[in-house]
């Protein structure tokens, strides 16, 4: 086991590595000047001073070798633009906030999608089980920048109840923290609760299929027993790996929602980043999500030999 | 105005107007005796004065001017209820920056958005500040003078002024900045105070500025502490002690408010500062910025109350008319600073001009141009503004805007070739071998992603008017502005704003060299970019020479001309500049400065 988890974490930075290098070459031939852009208010006399400031002067492989020399430091540089904060900084501050969003939405997928698998499998081709379809397609087919704009005229124009816009830190209060998250949460979380529904039904179904269940209902166990302690655990397996891949994609992707939420998450410093063709920015939040990519992986494969003991890794 | 009350207006105008401009143009002192020129005030007679030496006064300001002596800037339409006349002090008010994602910076040496800069007003001060009644006041300077020639201003400081950390304020401070200011490697803005040759402290609150021209513009733009930008005051303590990086996020000034927060991307929070120089200033006691980059975000914030007032970019044109309809809102519209237009590529087929300097019957003779004047007439200007704007914004057939006052021609939307005439733009093109659009290439509408309804409209009229297909290329800003200055398009739309003098218009868009003009094409097969007239040229380099506000005028006025006869671009509007704010919020006139938002003044009511 050890001797895998090593095994694995090696690859992993391999891939990291992988990753960021692609990233900062493939961003450099993507068209796009931050110079032009940034100077299109000023003076150009002023661009071969910037470009020379950020070493952007220098061919395309020493930059590459400056960065990688930083990188191993743990300095990722700084932001191209305003006043060039540093990108650990702004990574470090949409942080809390995508986090906060990421867990909030994925309570929210689960809370929904879970029962709603369960009695979807439990109860085949019923009412039910058409009822929870549809309402999953909808879930599904409904873009979640619409579900949000239609979450904010519900609840924050007409009732008035939750923020339209905004982040509150939890360190300015629990409330005033999830105040602000409940609209955005359930905006990402219908999407994602739309497809663990689905993968939780028909994995519950092949499960309550299979012979031991059988046995067990034989053996006198109770319907509640059965459901939760044989075939839920059982059924679990390929969801969690779903999961996985939905908190890694919630890491990241939330950026239509945090723009309509008014949310600067990961998503957003990473597309305004590449909007701008601020280099530094976008090799730093990739390294970031793609670092958050390959860890979710392996936990998940941890997971696994946690959730069926039958699972070994050698 | 038929009333004789109105008339009786109308004529104190005129003669205050033709007072204005009514002094030897040779003066160094613009007719002005040392005293007038003095702060602490100035009058209105002075600032008119000064305005017309620089070119900027128009008619309509002055008659805002005599109506009210604090009335609101000419233009200006408000819909809602009039607010509650409260004078309550106190109070938190939430401001949603439009059309943004963050916040970069507030250090003024690197500011280079107006969003940037409305906030930054609020914090930071300079040695003067205009206010939309014409009277320029003393900020940080509490009064001056100026030399027999016109070249040595010599300005009393403020006493007993203090930094938001504490420090005291003194002219080290005016020195550090200049000296900030003028290096290319800390600032963006050195060309600013290009003619400011020196600054020295005379004593502690006294600041000596040399220059090397008589310069009219000095007092309302040079030193003005937001739209200057150069000689905003900043602190050489906190700079040292914070870093830029910090400085840039939460800068130090002797502004009304001082910066508690600012997260990046999550907002900026201001609060009053106690010890401001004016006690009766600020009222709020904290104002917080959100950033909003989406519309209907935007609108649903200030529908539902969690915000408050709108500034940054101008929301969206389709919200307008939504807020308009909204008695919990205000809107107030004024003449904004700016143009927009279609740039097309006279290296291409079939819109091909190689030498835009042969005389305006010779190149009408010629193909390529016949196809971009068709272009151009064929554009129906109120139709785009209609429907592309929900009609907000003006006709536009030059760079030179209407809010640059003295300089604009209203006549110009007559005389243009540019003015819409759809018969002749047909023939115009049957005449290039193109009748009713037949054989005529698809074109490609370069743009950006909000540019994506104007685009749209344009296609759809082009379609129409011409039978002309055009289809859109949309893509991010920094692709568009490389693709831009390699001169790889059919057509760019593009623009500009912030622009409050001649120069603005014509050195940086319409010279064969100036910095939009394809400067990364390749001149061997492309001797010039969009556009390139030598007359254009000479002129746009001889009216900045002038100290002759009228020789200015007419240089400029006639360049501007050429510019849109010959087709430089399609010229298609100027925009406007829009503030919403709730009903709640008392935003006085004194304060609706275009482009700035100014809080100092404003309250609000629970």
New interface residues.
Partial sequence: MTRYLIRRILASILVIIGVATLVFFLLRAV????F???L???????AD?LRR?FGMDQPVYVQYVLWMARLVQGDLG??L??????VS??IA??IP?TLSLTFLSALVALAIALPAGILSALRKNTVVDHGFTFFAFLGLSMPDFWV??LL??VF??NL?WL?????KPMSDGIWLWLRHLILPAIATGTAFSAIIARMTRSTMLEVLNADYIKVAHAKGLGQRQVVFRHALRNALIPVVTVMGIAFALLMSGTVIVE??????GLG??LI?GI???DYPVVQGAILLVSTIFVLTNLLVDLLYTVIDPRIRYE | MTDPANRDLMHQAQEEYRRAHDFDRRDPLFGLSKNDLSGPRLSRRTVMRLMAAAGTLTLAQVVAACAAPAAAPSGSTQSGEAAAPTTATGGELVAGWAGVAEIQTLDPAQINQVLQFQIASNVLSGLTHIDPSLTGQGDLAVDWNVSDDGLEWTFNLREGVTWHDGAPFSADDVVFTYNRSKDPAQSIHSAVIANILDCQKVDDLTVKLVLEAPQASLLTKTLERSSGRAMTIVSQKAIEELGLEQYGLTPVGTGPFRVTEHQLGQGVVIERFENYYDPERPKLDKVTFIPIPEPEPLAAAIEAGDIQLIGGNAPAAELIDRFLANPELVVSEVTGPGFQAIFINPWREPMMVTDFNKPLDELKAENGFKVRLALAKAFDRDTFIERALFGRGRPGFGTVNPAMGFFFDTTINEKSEQRFELEVAQQLLADAGFPGGEGFPTLKLLTTPPGRRAGEVIANMYQENLGITVELDIKDFTVLIEDGNSMNYDLMALGSGGDYDPDDALVDWMQTSSKFNGPNRDTDTMPFGFFSDAEVDALTDEQRTLADPEERRALVQQANQITSDKVAAIFTHHPTDILVYRTEVTFPDESRIPGLVDLDRTTISS
Wanted: glycine share 8%; aromatic share 6%.
């Fill in positions: 068209p796009g000047d931050p032009a852009a940034m299109a208010e000023v003076d150009p006399s002023v001073e400031k700084n932001s633009y305003g006043s060039n904060v540093s900084r702004i501050e949409a906030r949000g704009i904010i005229i924050a124009v008035q923020p339209a816009i905004g982040y723009n309509v939420f008014a949310i600067k957003r410093v305004q909007l701008n063709r």
